[in-house]
């Protein structure tokens, strides 16, 4: 009996001993490390454009430049010398667009807003060294803005606090895929002297509880007509208190609502998601949507419709 009990004592002491050994060089870094050599194929700079235009804008703004290998540390190389076209419907629209050297971008100035009638855009870009690129665009069907309602203290933020709420209820066209951006912002008017008035602007940041809605990269709020394809929906929002100034008359609060090409859509939430990743070890690689022939980025198009309500 007693030599049962010393090999059971044994038995404990081996058993602990092998359990600290096995600990001790488990934590060893080099048991939660592994070197995977990867081939990186060689890259071939293209051209890379970079064009959002909507329906409201009176001028057209393009960037031009190069693309560069995952390793490659090189500046980005701009070329003052591009050639860029943009076609409504196979027609040249304007002239071609010039070269903005503060800015280092392309810019085309139009004699009216854009606007929103059905047509097919295609910009073009060409530059010494380089193989040209082209993308088209349909101008998307503006959907418009069915009621928009502000109320003080009328919602709840994501910690159960009281905030101020906007709902947005807009009627989604039917059998075919619909994608949507909203923006706000308040108006202040001032008269001045003579008669004039003058109208100021300011930002409106707001969040939503709304499940469907993503957070995009230029657009706060993204979202697809898939869970309302054909009908009505409210899209409900919040901000915080002192965000719209209080006892103004004269204060509009103004609500856009973007009808996003499908690339205008993919590349705001691949740019977001893009960034998101960037220093996050245990994100997976984003690539960031392109819709460029021949070469890298986005040429996207967007219809708007606004509407806009009394902040008292």
Do not use: W
């Not at 060089?25 to 959002?52: K, M, W, Y």
């Amino acid at each position: 009996m007693k030599n049962i009990t010393i090999i059971k004592v044994i038995i404990i002491k081996v058993t602990i001993s092998g359990l600290f050994l096995f600990l001790f060089t488990g934590c060893d870094s080099d048991n939660f490390s592994q070197i995977v050599e990867v081939d990186i194929p060689e890259h071939e700079s293209r051209l890379v454009l970079n064009a959002r235009v909507s329906s409201l804008d009176t001028g057209v703004t393009a960037l031009v430049a190069n693309s560069l290998g995952i390793l490659d540390t090189s500046a980005y190389y701009i070329p003052e010398d591009a050639t860029v076209r943009l076609f409504r419907d196979g027609e040249l629209l304007g002239n071609d667009f010039s070269f903005m050297q503060p800015k280092l971008k392309y810019f085309l100035a139009l004699d009216e807003p854009l606007g929103t009638a059905p047509a097919l855009y295609q910009m073009e870009v060409s530059a010494p060294g380089y193989d040209p690129i082209s993308a088209e665009q349909y101008m998307p069907v503006p959907t418009p803005i069915h009621s928009l309602k502000f109320e003080r203290n009328g919602a709840i933020d994501d910690e159960g606090r009281r905030a101020d709420g906007i709902e947005v209820q807009l009627t989604d066209p039917a059998d075919e895929e619909n994608y949507y951006a909203l923006e706000f912002f308040y108006e202040i008017s001032e008269g001045q002297p003579g008669g004039d008035t003058i109208t100021y602007s300011n930002p409106v940041y707001a969040s939503t509880l709304d499940q469907i809605v993503q957070y995009g990269y230029h657009y706060e709020q993204l979202f697809t007509d898939k869970s309302f394809n054909g009908s009505s929906y409210t899209v409900s929002l919040y901000t915080y208190e002192g965000t719209l100034p209080e006892g103004a008359s004269n204060t509009r609060l103004v609500a856009r609502l973007y009808s996003l090409s499908r690339d205008a859509f993919l590349y705001d939430l691949s740019l977001r998601q893009y960034y998101d990743a960037q220093d996050n070890p245990f994100a997976e690689p984003v690539t960031v949507h392109s819709n460029i022939e021949g070469g890298y980025g986005v040429f996207a198009l967007s219809s708007v419709t606004e509407m806009s309500v009394p902040v008292e």
